[in-house]
């Protein structure tokens, strides 16, 4: 069976209440308040049968001005509205501002039930249909069926059926493959059964058993069952009412408003970018205005923050951000009703460009609804910068499955993916951003250091990629490197044009160094004696970084040895010591000819180089 979504909408009184009752059997007033005043005051659900495989599920609304945010909880995600309006009273306050509000959430299409016209001569019908299709002119619902009926003798009912069926043969089906979200709009518990909740499926696929997330509290839940129209279901698809029957939570751990979704798919913010429109005859908007926003069936306090100008006016449409005071879960491409803060009335709506948007500033650009898939994402990751955005984080910006964002990026030009689980999306932009500051600060480090034979790595990514996304280092050292640009030598990134250049002075002191190094043997030269550069002790010290970077010498203890003499030693303890022997100090020193001053830091020089590795008083010789 397919199910149709039908919202009614209407001002108090005008009977929506008994035309769902007369077309369903099911009384949608399910509180006892509700009953004892003849009036909804909270969402009423019921359903009917139209024939021909299609269901129509009923959200039948509150129409008292003080229980218009209880209308918008159950407005959302209808497929169509019917519009109730009383033959007798004719069009009313709530009558316009119920339709102001399926025009701003976008609903497609709908009908009109003149009821009550057991009560209202000719005359009274005929006034009452002018002014309504007066009220519906150049809007979705011009042209639209305007039904007499009664739901008192039954007449008309019938062909308010057909009408129905007729408009759910029209509609397109809502795609399954879309993020699951399930707006709550009820929330209950049952004898046996624990919490319930109830929700419009507004996109996706729900399955009984999965685990889902509650948003914006992060909760988990595991769906023990699901009901369709009282029926017990295995699945439910987008644009089916359902009730949930979650494990694992309290009914006091959810409210309406709350969403539920697969975990880690769509994700709560309290920043979002819109399109804002400002109802005509309105008071015009300023900027930093606080206002009532209903994203789905949540209400949110939020200030409006315009990007391109001071103020609103009426009749127009801005960029903005809904900077909300407590987060909320919305998609890209949703419909959001905005009331005054105080007295609360419908002043105008919304469409959701970014429902996880960084704070902007004036004149900042956003992409438009209209722009491709890849387009925007590709805009979204050039804002990010060199932090780029990973996979999830984009997706649920853009509101679609993470299957079909990689699908859509993959090949795309402009964007490189670094990292993994998950992977990040950086812009070439971003990239080549780096590689030239990296180009500039190594060229600013060999003219400020020429003697050295590169900048530490850990120091080259402290200072460029302290902010870049996991991965963005090497992805840019790599390409770097693979084009000539680069050299990397141990612990070192250096220009690939980089020499070390001697003076005079300095290759005459090298020479003396290595020669003195070579003479030394095992015992090593104090590098710090100022006669080994003609008195000059900075000068040594100058050249003997050289050679330890060049690794001619190494530092072992106080001394630095020749790294050709510490290569013969590692050799020979391995000749002498096979792996698996212990070498004890006393044979170590017959080995070297030196005293314990010099033996002990060879010994540890040893066991930094892995060659052998201390227990107790010996060592043991490793492979």
């Not at 119920?98 to 025009?103: K, L, S, T």
């Not at 959810?254 to 798919?265: C, E, K, N, S, W």
């Not at 680069?486 to 612990?491: K, W, Y």
């Not at 003499?565 to 303890?573: F, G, P, Q, T």
């Amino acid at each position: 069976m397919r199910s149709f979504i039908v919202g009614t909408a209407g001002h108090i009184d005008h009977g929506k209440s008994a035309l769902v009752l007369a077309l369903t059997g099911t009384d949608p007033d399910r509180l006892k308040e509700e009953k004892e005043r003849g009036i909804t005051i909270d969402l009423g659900f019921a359903h009917a049968d139209l024939g021909g495989g299609v269901v129509a599920s009923f959200i039948d609304v509150p129409g008292h001005e003080r229980f218009v945010r209880n209308m918008l909880a159950g407005a959302h995600g209808v497929d169509a509205v019917l519009l109730v309006v009383a033959a007798d009273e004719s069009v009313m306050p709530q009558t316009r501002e119920h339709f102001h509000i399926c025009q701003l959430l976008g609903i497609p299409r709908g009908l009109v039930a003149l009821t009550k016209c057991d009560l209202a001569d000719a005359e009274t019908q005929a006034l009452a249909e002018m002014e309504v299709r007066e009220l519906l002119a150049g809007s979705f619902l011009e042209g639209a069926p305007v039904l007499k009926v009664s739901a008192r003798t039954g007449h008309g009912l019938d062909g308010l059926r057909q009408c129905l069926l007729d408009m759910a043969r029209q509609a397109a089906e809502r795609p399954a493959d879309g993020l699951l979200r399930l707006p709550v709009d009820r929330v209950f518990s049952l004898r046996g059964f624990g919490t319930v909740v109830t929700g419009t499926l507004v996109s996706g696929r729900l399955e009984s058993g999965e685990e889902l997330e509650i948003l914006p509290s992060g909760r988990r839940a595991r769906v023990r069952g699901l009901q369709v129209h009282g029926r017990a279901v295995d699945w439910v698809a987008a644009g089916s009412r359902a009730a949930v029957n979650l494990a694992g939570l309290e009914v006091d751990e959810m409210a309406r408003g709350d969403v539920l979704a697969r975990p880690g798919t769509v994700l709560s913010s309290s920043i979002l970018d819109v399109e804002l429109t400002l109802l005509p005859g309105e008071k015009p908007l300023k900027d930093q205005a606080r206002v009532r926003v209903h994203i789905a069936s949540a209400e949110r306090l939020a200030r409006v923050r315009l990007l391109h100008a001071a103020r609103l006016d009426p009749g127009n449409t801005v960029r903005a951000q809904l900077r909300l005071e407590r987060p909320a879960a919305a998609g890209r491409g949703d419909r959001l009703v905005v009331r005054s803060y105080s007295p609360a009335s419908t002043i105008g709506g919304a469409v959701v460009l970014d429902p996880v948007s960084p704070r902007r500033r004036r004149d900042a650009s956003v992409a438009s609804l209209a722009t491709d898939l890849a387009t925007t994402a590709g805009a979204l990751v050039e804002e990010a910068g060199p932090a780029g955005i990973d996979a999830p984080t984009l997706a649920a910006r853009l509101t679609v499955p993470l299957a079909r964002l990689t699908a859509t990026m993959e090949g795309g030009t402009g964007l490189a993916t670094v990292g993994r689980d998950p992977v990040r999306y950086v812009s070439a932009r971003a990239l080549d951003a780096l590689a030239e500051e990296v180009r500039s600060l190594l060229q600013r480090f060999h003219a400020d250091n020429p003697l050295k034979a590169g900048m530490p790595r850990e120091e080259l990514r402290r200072r460029v990629f302290s902010r870049a996304a996991a991965g963005a280092f090497e992805r840019v050292l790599e390409g770097l490197t693979d084009r000539g640009e680069l050299r990397i030598e141990a612990e070192a990134v250096a220009l690939d044009r980089h020499a070390v250049r001697l003076s005079p002075a300095e290759e005459t002191t090298r020479q003396a160094l290595l020669a003195r190094a070579r003479q030394a043997g095992l015992a090593g030269i104090d590098s710090s004696r100022p006669a080994l550069a003609g008195g000059d002790a900075r000068l040594a010290e100058r050249v003997v970084r050289v050679l330890l970077a060049e690794g001619r010498l190494r530092r072992v203890g106080d001394t630095v040895v020749d790294a050709s003499v510490l290569d013969e030693l590692k050799a020979e303890v391995r000749r002498r010591w096979p792996p698996g022997n212990r070498l004890d100090v006393a044979g170590f020193k017959d080995l070297t000819g030196l005293s314990r001053k010099f033996v002990i830091p060879l010994l540890e020089y040893l066991d930094r180089e892995r060659v052998t590795r201390r227990t107790g008083n010996d060592r043991l010789v490793l492979m």
